[in-house]
């Protein structure tokens, strides 16, 4: 399950970097991350911390919603 969740959210992510025109290492330096772990959380590879998230939605100009 938490796998599947990770799955969801980086592909979530990765569509929004996507569609604003983004590579993954402009997406790391405007979030302030390293690009392997911008590359990880679209993998779903990665175990996002909320702050990390957090920082990664705001240099997209997303929010983080609980529905």
Known sequence: MS???RQRIGAE???L???KGLTTRELAELAGLDHS???KI???AYNLRVDTLHKVA???GAEIKIE
Do not use: C, Y
Request: zero cysteines; glycine letters at 6%; hydrophobic letters at 45%.
């Open 13 to 15: 992510l990765r569509a």
């Open 3 to 5: 796998n599947n969740i």
């Open 58 to 60: 705001t240099a997209l």
């Open 42 to 44: 679209e993998r779903g």
């Open 17 to 19: 970097r996507e569609a």
């Open 37 to 39: 772990h911008i590359a």
